[in-house]
């Protein structure tokens, strides 16, 4: 069974920084882009960045650009989203997903919730 | 990057079909036959439920389906019930292995 489980969320000021953590389970991790996708309360779903299978490439949205890094082990099976310089609008719950070509996303984790906040 | 429009909400009674629209341009979904849908109950992590326009993932019943004409995607839930009610979201590929969703659409069923 494919299970994602992210972590890492929490309250933070802004211009401050977070490090969420998606631990994969159930599936060949190496062998799919990853991705984080947000949520901000009550809103709609936004993609935020996306790697390769093997690190070598990444992609961001054009909001989170110079302040968020996405990063992979594959050796740990894990996913990590690096947020730094936080905004009050970065506030979301974070979702984890394996993400087919990328055309898809096929199987998302339950999410973490960061709220940037004074 | 901008969002995909869809209709804030929508409605149906049970047994009814409802029709939810999902406009781009011609670089996302006009452009590429890579849109995917997503169901999402309140609280709980979006699902799959139809990718590569029409596609269905094991399990989705063939009540949902797709149709794709020009910059616009419509899911179509036939015999509507219950438990369809939710938030369903359209997303696109945008090239350069990015990706852009719809703001998103309630489904109420009456």
């Known amino acids: 069974e494919v299970q994602l489980v992210e972590s890492g969320g929490g309250l933070v000021q802004p211009g401050g920084s977070l490090r969420l953590s998606c631990e994969a389970s159930?599936?060949?991790?190496?062998?799919?882009?990853m991705s984080w996708v947000r949520q901000a309360p009550g809103k709609g779903l936004e993609w935020v960045a996306n790697i390769k299978k093997d690190g070598s490439d990444k992609y961001y949205v054009d909001s989170v650009k110079g302040r968020f890094t996405i990063s992979r082990d594959n050796a740990k099976n894990s996913l990590y989203l690096q947020l730094d310089s936080l905004r009050a609008e970065d506030t979301a719950v974070y979702y984890c997903?394996?993400?087919?070509?990328?055309?898809?996303?096929?199987?998302w984790g339950q999410g973490t919730l960061v709220t940037v906040s004074s | 990057q901008s969002a995909l429009t869809q209709p804030h909400s929508v409605s149906g009674s049970p047994g009814q079909s409802v029709t939810i629209s999902c406009t781009g341009t011609s670089s996302d979904v006009g452009g590429y036959d890579y849109v995917s849908w997503y169901q999402q109950h309140p609280g709980k992590a979006p699902k799959l439920i139809i990718y590569?326009?029409?596609k269905r993932p094991s399990g989705v019943p063939d009540r949902f389906s797709v149709s794709k004409s020009g910059n616009t995607a419509s899911l179509t839930i036939s015999g509507l019930q219950a438990e369809d009610e939710a938030d369903y979201y359209c997303c696109s590929y945008a090239g350069t292995y990015t990706v852009v969703f719809g703001g998103g659409t309630k489904l109420t069923v009456l």
């Open positions: 997903a394996t993400q087919f070509g990328p055309r898809f996303f096929d199987y």
């Open positions: 590569d326009v029409n």
């Open positions: 159930g599936f060949t991790f190496s062998s799919y882009f």
